[in-house]
Nanobody, 130 residues
Framework: QVQLVESGGGSVQAGGSLRLSCVAS????????MGWFRQALGKEREGVAG????????TYSDSVKGRFTISRDSVKNTLYLQLNSLKPEDTGMYYC???????????????????????WGQGTQVTVSS
């Protein structure tokens, strides 16, 4: 059974940075698709970044492109999300997600769709104040 545990959230001022981590158990990082999603209060869950773990290829939503970076460490079975130049609108609960099926997803927009993922972490809260 796949278990995902996020950490690294917190409260920062606008312009600050955070690094989120997601440790996976029961899951292989060798040839899979993973993503980071966020959900603000009263809003739908939004995909912000996705990665194909075999090649390290990544994709981002327009709202975070150039500010956030998704990466993975296959040895540590850990997924990361570096958040830079944070804005108040980045506030929300951030979730790590893993897809059970192996192999690349296509098109790239699939990586930001919640229904493409089977396993989810419990979330870590990010709060950005102005």
């Amino acid at each position: 059974q796949v278990q995902l545990v996020e950490s690294g959230g917190g409260s920062v001022q606008a312009g600050g940075s955070l690094r989120l981590s997601c440790v996976a158990s029961g899951y292989s990082y060798s040839n899979n698709c993973m993503g980071w999603f966020r959900q603000a209060l009263g809003k739908e869950r939004e995909g912000v970044a996705g990665i194909y773990t075999l090649s390290g290829a990544t994709t981002y939503s327009d709202s975070v492109k150039g500010r956030f970076t998704i990466s993975r460490d296959s040895v540590k079975n850990t997924l990361y999300l570096q958040l830079n130049s944070l804005k108040p609108e980045d506030t929300g609960m951030y979730y790590c997600a893993a897809r059970q099926a192996t192999g690349l997803m296509w098109p790239w927009s699939s990586y930001l769709q919640a229904d493409k993922y089977n396993s989810w972490g419990q979330g870590t809260q990010v709060t950005v104040s102005s």
